[in-house]
């Protein structure tokens, strides 16, 4: 691990950067982010992102340090701050692929905060990887609590497109770089950036308003872990997933409602009517709501 150094993206911020073997595509890294000048706490939060995606929501962090916690999050390899010219972005055949990722960052921030358990946040398929490694990834008992901001327990897709679907995810266990450029709606990112109809600011190189497509092993990757949740885990932290309703334009809710209960032994539900796919990123009032439920059942967690 390299040493603590000013974040390029947000002012506040630090990172530092978490080497690993060379994978398939070469160098392969993930970069560890936490907020700088945090007074100490007693409790840490490790924040996961979904696709196409990074850590920018500042506020979050800035929220949970308000709360008396420590915040770090973590760009995934390949994904956000962790992207290089040499590899597809946001590509793996495998989720397990980000289990490396998550038990050195788990290791880093325990060391660093001298604690021995710290709770996990996913969003979307950070809450897929999130939710397969809190059940059998290396570190699972070091996690004291689970977080899940929509998590991605299911495709959504009409059922006219489920068989085209399926055959890109077969497809995807021999041919994983096939790629489909339209995966991804530009709507939705369009209703968070400021540059259009939202109020939020990042980088759309690294978040790109038309995304950076879908290749065919990324969609074998996450069709196996749907069938891993779906077929019930045994998660032992307590787990919270929370969700929108109709308003979440990339996820159906029902299928988190209806699949969020075979994640663990203590699993609650909370629903956020009206809120974006990413709950945080919500207007005002519905974000609210979001940080009151989170904190207070992290609070009945001790």
Not at 187 to 209: I, N, T
Not at 270 to 284: I, K, M, N
């Amino acid at each position: 691990m390299s040493a603590w150094t000013p974040d390029k993206l947000l002012e506040g911020f630090e990172t530092t950067e978490i080497a690993f073997p060379d994978d398939y595509e070469g160098a392969a890294w993930a970069t560890l982010v936490r907020k700088s000048g945090m007074p100490r706490a007693p409790r840490v939060m490790l924040y996961v992102h979904g696709f196409i995606d990074y850590f920018f929501q500042a506020h979050m962090a800035e929220r949970f340090v308000a709360e008396g916690w420590r915040f770090y999050a973590l760009d995934l390899r390949k994904c956000g701050r962790s992207m290089s010219a040499h590899q597809r972005p946001n590509c793996c055949k495998d989720l397990e692929e980000y289990f490396a990722d998550l038990t050195r960052a788990i290791d880093l921030v325990l060391k660093e905060e001298g604690l021995g358990r710290l709770a996990l946040m996913g969003h979307s398929t950070g809450g897929l990887s999130c939710s397969l490694y809190a059940d059998y990834g290396e570190r699972r008992d070091r996690i004291s609590a689970l977080v899940l901001n929509s998590p991605f327990l299911d495709f959504r897709a009409p059922a006219s497109r489920r068989r085209e679907l399926a055959i890109a995810c077969t497809l995807g266990r021999w041919f994983p770089y096939l790629h489909n450029p339209n995966a991804v709606l530009p709507a939705y990112v369009k209703s968070l950036h400021r540059d259009h109809a939202g109020e939020w600011q990042f980088d759309l190189r690294l978040k790109p308003v038309e995304g950076f497509g879908a290749y065919f092993g990324w969609l074998h990757a996450v069709r196996t872990g749907h069938r891993q949740v779906q077929s019930t885990l045994d998660i032992r932290c307590p787990v919270l997933s929370m969700y929108s309703d109709e308003s979440d334009i990339v996820l159906d809710w029902h299928h988190i409602a209806r699949f969020s209960p075979r994640l663990g032994r203590r699993v609650t539900l909370a629903q956020f009517p009206g809120a974006f796919h990413d709950l945080v990123l919500s207007r005002a009032g519905i974000r609210e709501q979001v940080f009151v439920r989170m904190f207070e059942w992290l609070g009945q967690q001790g």
